[in-house]
């Protein structure tokens, strides 16, 4: 079945580091560019990272790049999001997207056709 799975949240201290990963089955994604972005509740969902469907190329938003880094696995079905330095504002539900007919990299949600279940990243002591 064609889907977006979503594992690696959680709930760690400020400081501290995880990597959520993105895991594309199916056909329809073997061209597409995968972003990641977050939603706080309360706030509009914000774009984190994007990545092209062969992982040369990436894309970050300004306040995410000196932390956070996006990258393919070696089978290239998979999208990771490394965050470091984690701090209290990165709590929010972090989400993958596919856009599979990419011709730039961005961070434009209604571009994007495909989207994980989402999952919750909590930074607290």
């Known amino acids: 079945q064609e889907q977006l799975a979503q594992s690696g949240g959680g709930s760690v201290q400020p400081g501290g580091s995880l990597r959520l990963a993105c895991a594309a089955s199916?056909?329809?994604?073997?061209?597409?560019?995968v972003g990641w972005f977050r939603q706080a509740p309360g706030k509009e969902r914000e774009f984190v990272a994007a990545?092209?469907?062969?992982?040369?190329?990436?894309y970050y938003a300004d306040s995410m790049k000196d932390r956070f880094t996006i990258s393919r696995g070696n089978a290239k079905n998979t999208v990771y999001l490394q965050m470091n330095s984690l701090k209290p504002e990165d709590t929010a539900v972090y989400y993958c997207?596919?856009?599979?007919?990419?011709?730039?990299?961005?961070?434009?949600?209604?571009?994007?056709?495909?989207w994980g279940q989402g999952t919750q990243v909590t930074v607290a002591s």
């Open positions: 990545i092209s469907w062969s992982g040369s190329n990436t």
């Open positions: 199916g056909r329809t994604f073997s061209s597409c560019a």
């Open positions: 997207a596919a856009d599979l007919h990419p011709l730039k990299l961005h961070g434009q949600m209604n571009q994007y056709d495909y």
